[in-house]
């Protein structure tokens, strides 16, 4: 059964603090891992999918890497407007792989 | 449309009442997907269409949840005999391939059951 576990389960920044997120996983197969942000009261918010260990994508302040067995997501220089909970997720291959396996969240306060 | 719209946004149903809950994903995606996302937690795989074929039903919950995609487009997650443990909010996805390498989500449908 494919697992993502999330670290920390919280997180409070002061403004221009950087920090990184971690999501370790294990599936039999990895199709993709998916980044999302996501604010109080509202869907998730596609950030990044990520294929193959050693890939890096960037957005912003963010900035999400991949190996065999986790991802992080790293935010630079943060502003309080970066304030919300991530959520990471994986697909697996194989025919029953078009679901999202999500983890528990990292809630992030960014103080100003 | 521009998103992934789902209606109603908030839904307050009595125990024992059924609900149905609709989605409108983004025009042309093929693959849709309904979510469970309870207060403080990730979301959970409910069920995953493409077109109009459910392909995957494997985490709804019980046999008092039940989704249809009759057309292809819009879908329709129904809840029967509602209980308070059905009180979650319930996300749709859709993403434009098969593959669903980017998927959006929807605002969601809160329901809470009293």
């Known amino acids: 059964e494919d697992q993502v576990t999330q670290s920390p389960e919280a997180l409070r920044l002061q403004e221009g603090e950087s920090s990184s997120l971690n999501c370790s996983y294990t599936?039999?197969?990895?199709?993709?891992l998916f980044w999302y942000r996501q604010d109080p009261g509202k869907g998730p918010e596609f950030l990044f999918t990520?294929?193959?260990a050693g890939e890096e994508k960037e957005k912003e302040r963010l900035k999400a890497t991949l190996t065999k067995k986790e991802s992080f997501l790293h935010i630079t220089a943060p502003k309080p407007e970066d304030s919300a909970t991530y959520l990471c997720?994986?697909?697996?291959?194989?025919?029953?792989?078009?679901?999202?396996?999500f983890g528990g969240g990292t809630r992030v306060l960014v103080k100003p | 449309g521009a998103g992934v719209s789902q209606s109603p946004r908030y839904k307050v149903a009595k125990r024992g009442q059924d609900v149905a809950l609709r989605c409108d994903p983004i025009?042309?995606?093929?693959?849709l997907f309904w979510y469970q996302q309870a207060l403080g937690q990730g979301p959970e795989f409910l069920t995953y269409?493409?077109?109009?074929?459910?392909?995957?039903k494997s985490g709804l919950p019980s046999d008092r949840f039940f989704a249809e995609r009759p057309e292809g487009s819009v879908s329709t997650l129904k809840i029967q005999r509602t209980q308070q443990e059905d009180s979650a909010v319930y996300l749709c996805a859709s993403s434009l391939s098969p593959s669903g390498n980017t998927i959006y989500f929807g605002e969601g449908s809160w329901l809470t059951v009293v």
């Open positions: 990520l294929y193959s």
């Open positions: 269409f493409q077109n109009e074929a459910q392909l995957d």
């Open positions: 599936v039999s197969g990895l199709r993709g």
């Open positions: 997720a994986v697909q697996a291959q194989g025919a029953a792989g078009n679901k999202l396996t």
């Open positions: 025009s042309g995606h093929v693959s």
